[in-house]
């Protein structure tokens, strides 16, 4: 499969433990985005990476959620302190920016619950 | 208000209906248009994009009026496969995507 993956699919934490997900763009992708879903609600724009620039971030991306693409391959993002509120769905998608239209295209998510 | 709304769903319609979703958006500055579509539990998947001129990809029409800020989709002779949640989202010129909160589409037999 060469699809967006992520991983876990799933993570269930206690609150005040800290997270992290992975995701791995399409290969050749230079964009990487992240996104998080929550229940009734579309998927909202948190962070994204130009290869492994970190050019856009969130009012939502508090100073607990830190992202990184290290080598514009692969990308983390990591909840530090988690509560209660950050049970969502965190997608990952992928983008080639060529000067059109780059579509993205999403990963399968990583379903986090905080109790 | 939020940068992207939709109709209210759920939809519920008979096999072979044709059902009409509305989009509004805020921001003049987006660029880019797309319809995504999301099965329950799984991620949004791409349906088309919409283009100023219109566009169809067989039973579904897309429609954008840029003027009135004002995004549709049709949806022909509908399956028990259509039954999903869709996605209207915009873009601005090398940014994220931004979602309406989606509406349920649900046919039935």
């Known amino acids: 499969d060469t699809g967006v993956s992520q991983n876990p699919r799933h993570k269930i934490t206690k609150r005040g433990q800290n997270v992290t997900f992975r995701c791995d763009p399409i290969?050749?992708?230079?964009?990487l985005y992240w996104y998080r879903q929550t229940l009734g609600q579309g998927p909202e724009f948190l962070t994204y990476?130009?290869?492994?620039?970190?050019?856009?971030k969130s009012r939502l991306l508090s100073d607990r959620f830190s992202a990184e693409r290290p080598k514009g391959s692969f990308s983390t993002l990591e909840i530090q302190r988690t509560e209660q509120g950050d049970s969502a769905m965190y997608l990952c998608?992928?983008?080639?920016?060529?000067?059109?239209?780059?579509?993205?295209?999403f990963g399968p998510g990583t379903r986090l619950t905080v109790l | 208000r939020k940068e992207v709304e939709q109709d209210p769903g759920p939809f519920n319609v008979p096999e072979g209906a044709t059902v009409a979703f509305n989009c509004t958006y805020s921001?003049?500055?987006?660029?880019?248009f797309f319809w995504y579509r999301q099965d329950c539990r799984k991620e949004p998947k791409l349906l088309m994009s919409?283009?100023?001129s219109g566009n169809e990809d067989g039973r579904f029409t897309a429609q954008l009026n840029r003027a009135s800020q004002y995004i549709s989709l049709l949806i022909r002779d509908s399956k028990l496969s259509d039954s999903a949640t869709y996605l209207c989202?915009?873009?601005?010129?090398?940014?994220?995507?931004?979602f309406g909160k989606g509406t349920t589409l649900s046919v039935s037999s």
């Open positions: 989202v915009v873009k601005k010129a090398g940014t994220a995507l931004i």
């Open positions: 990476f130009q290869n492994e620039a970190q050019l856009e």
């Open positions: 998608a992928s983008s080639l920016s060529s000067g059109g239209t780059d579509t993205q295209y």
């Open positions: 290969s050749e992708h230079n964009r």
């Open positions: 921001n003049s500055a987006s660029q880019s």
């Open positions: 919409v283009y100023s």
